[in-house]
């Protein structure tokens, strides 16, 4: 298994106008490179996110009991119905404090009181006049082109073309690719799913999937904006594969994500679990080319304190950065959601 390369290459300002505001607002902006060697299946993590589509405040709908209800707020919004949810957009809190980063789908959009719908609950210390950004997710045909101008290998069949592979919750994946032809005709197909369309299929920022490479080395230009910011990302019991939203890695102070400075540990309960032993700790798995380098964080006994290597004794592994793309977090306990932080730029 081969890891990607990503890299940021030119930033530039973009200036985007939310809604029917006056407001502009000015992002860090670029492209993003997603190498894939021939032969291989490559683990990929989107770094960039899309423009802007909402930065304003909000109120909660006090007449939905299930607190999945929002009205945005600000000067001069103006909504259309469905205008977040035909085309798939997701919302983020970006207030201050230990929500800041949740984030989740909209699922209803109404010109009426310029009202949304979210598909989860918000939490009850979430309250009215906060704020908010909203941005479409990334799809099967916006990152790789409605009629594949990416360039991956197409085929009349699953078993020529090169393969999507998105993890799903059912411990396994749903796999696409691009069919030229034949039975199930031409587009963006789901192995097992026939001829349904799958252009439109989400592909959601935290998370990453592979990507399995019939043909010759090949490389896809991924335009996009920068995410400030930390993310809130839910991790599962089990394998989690999460997209480092964090797309320059360096040696400059704030900036690139390292295990130190990730929030994956942060001594509560929101965050990893540590232990005196790798058995007993959550794993954080780092490809390095040929498979994945194992960390956990100890919290004490042979090893001391801090992040370790499996395999490394008491090193101290904190300024190890987290790859480029993504990396897969192993969680041994139950669910939990943790706050992420973000490099400045």
Known sequence: MKFISMSLIGLLAATTAALAQTTVISEPSGYTTLNLPAGASTFVGLNLVPPTAYAGTFDVVAADTTRRTITLTAAGTGLTNNQFNTVPHFIEITTPGPRQGMNTVITGTFASGSSIVLQDALPADIVSGGTVTIRRLWTLST???????????????????????????????????????????????????????????????????????????????????????????????????????????????????????????????????????????????????????????????????????????????????????????????????????????
């Open 143 to 345: 990152v790789f082109g409605a009629t594949n101008q990416a360039g991956l290998t197409g085929g009349i069949s699953s078993n020529s073309a090169d393969l999507i592979r998105v993890p799903n919750s059912a411990a396994g994946y749903d796999q696409y690719f691009y069919s030229t032809g034949g039975f199930t005709g031409i587009g963006w197909r789901q192995i097992g799913a026939g001829t349904a369309n799958k252009a439109s299929v989400p592909l959601y920022f935290t998370d990453g999937f592979y990507i399995f490479n019939r043909g010759a080395t090949k490389s896809v230009t991924l335009p996009g904006t920068i995410k400030t910011g930390p993310t809130q990302v839910l991790i599962e019991t089990g394998n989690n594969y999460l997209a480092n939203l964090c797309p320059v890695q360096s040696n400059i102070t704030n900036q690139g994500r390292t295990l130190g400075n990730s929030g994956l540990y942060n001594g509560t309960t929101n965050g990893l679990t540590g232990a005196t032993s790798a058995e007993n700790a959550d794993l954080v798995l780092v490809p390095n080319g040929a498979g994945y380098i194992q960390y956990f964080y100890s919290t004490g006994g042979f090893t001391g304190v801090g992040w370790r290597k499996i395999g490394a004794g008491s090193t101290d592994q904190s300024s190890t950065p987290l790859a480029e793309g993504c990396f897969i977090v192993y969680r041994k306990g139950a669910p939990v959601m943790v706050q992420l932080t973000q490099g400045s730029f």
